[in-house]
Structure formats: C-alpha cells, structure tokens
C-alpha cells in the first residue's frame, strides 16, 4: 500500500527567504507526482505535474524535482512571499487509479 | 489542462435533509473522484465516480447516504443525504485526465445545523 509523507508538517519563514518542502513515498511504481497548494476552506489549486520520466518542473518561482528511485520529491519555492501562506500537498498518481496524497506542509511567510 | 465548476460553494442545512453538489468539467476527463475534507485534516477519497454505472465506494462510505452519479464524461453530481451535524465539511470533486493529471472543483463548505 502506498504511503505519501511530507515533512514538516508546519513551517514559518520570514517572507523573501527560499524553502524547501519534501514529500516521501514508499512505492516507486508510480505515473505522475502532482504538487497542490490549498487555501483555507478552499479546494485544491495544481502547481506543478511531474511526469514520472521527469527529473524536474518549474513554473515561476516555483520548482518541483522528482527521484522515483528513492521515492522523494522536493517543493522548492525561491523568494518566498506572503501569498504563498497556505497548505501545500504532494499526490501520487499510480495510473488510472485513485490518488495518495501526503499528509500536507501548512506554510506561513512572515512579512 | 482542464477546469472543474463545483457548486454550491457553501450551504447551511437543517439535519434531516438532503443537499446535492454539482461538478462541471469543460473537458473530459478519464475519472471523476468525490472526497470529504474535514477542518485540519487531509482529503478523505468518498468514491470513484463510473460513467453510466454505479459509483465505487471507499470502505466506510455507503450509497444510500452518499449516491453518485456521473451521466456522462464531464458531469457529476454527489448527494449527501439524511444529513447531521457529522457530516458538516467540505466536500472536493477531481477530475483526472487522459495525461494523468488532477483537477479540483473550489470545495463546497457545508455546515449542518
């Protein structure tokens, strides 16, 4: 059974600083690896699809890496700013099946 | 990509009744998902919503309180019936493309009173 876990599970950094989020899997027989960011009360917003034949994707400042060998993936935002404050969430897409998703990192940037 | 309209966004309900939420997808997607989120807690997967046929539900999750229907490739709608306090929450609809990407409705924040 796959297990998807995010470590921290909180984080608080002053607002400009660069941070990284992690996500951890146990099984590697996975599709696609999705990032989300979700707002209070709010569904869930896409960031970034990484393609299990990617290494990496980008999208502004934001920059998602995936190592399927060692079932992680990396959340990388630079010059952080307090629109970024929300719950971050990393999802496994094995294929035509149902999602796991990680536990969640809820990130707050300090002004 | 794909872009998914849920509504209601919010409602208030009387326990006892029943409230339906519609999911709108401007594509269509291979798979539709309903999940239940509770306040401080992550996505709770209800079921797999089948084109034409019967829903697939998650362990705990029956069809009488939650019935599903999904009539064609880009619809769907989820029913929370006979509702308590319990059930106050956000319900999320996703939908999955062919390339194996996810997308979500913006949440239905339901309070039963």
């Known amino acids: 059974k796959q297990e998807v876990t995010q470590i921290p599970a909180a984080l608080s950094v002053p607002e400009g600083e660069n941070l990284v989020l992690n996500c951890s899997f146990t099984?590697?027989?996975?599709?696609?690896l999705q990032w989300f960011r979700q707002d209070p009360g709010k569904g869930l917003t896409s960031l970034l699809l990484?393609?299990?034949?990617?290494r990496e994707q980008t999208s502004g400042r934001l920059n998602a890496s995936l190592d399927k060998s060692s079932g992680r993936s990396t959340l990388y935002i630079a010059a952080s700013q307090p629109g970024d404050s929300a719950t971050y969430l990393c999802a496994v897409i094995p294929g035509y099946e149902k999602l796991t998703f990680g536990t969640g990192t809820r990130l707050t940037i300090i002004p | 990509s794909a872009v998914i309209s849920q509504k209601p966004s919010r409602d208030i309900c009387q326990r006892g009744t029943s409230l339906t939420i519609q999911c709108q997808v401007d594509?269509?997607?291979?798979?539709m998902f309903w999940y239940r989120q509770q306040p401080g807690q992550s996505l709770t997967l209800i079921a797999t919503a089948n084109q034409g046929s019967e829903a697939t539900y998650e362990s705990g999750f029956v069809i009488d309180k939650f019935p599903i229907s999904r009539p064609n490739l880009t619809f769907s709608t989820l029913t929370v019936s006979n509702m308590s306090p319990e059930d106050s929450s956000i319900y999320l609809c996703s939908g999955l493309t062919g390339a194996l990407e996810a997308f979500f409705g913006q949440g239905t924040r339901l309070t039963v009173v």
């Open positions: 990484i393609q299990s034949s990617q």
């Open positions: 099984d590697s027989a996975i599709y696609n």
């Open positions: 594509s269509q997607v291979t798979m």
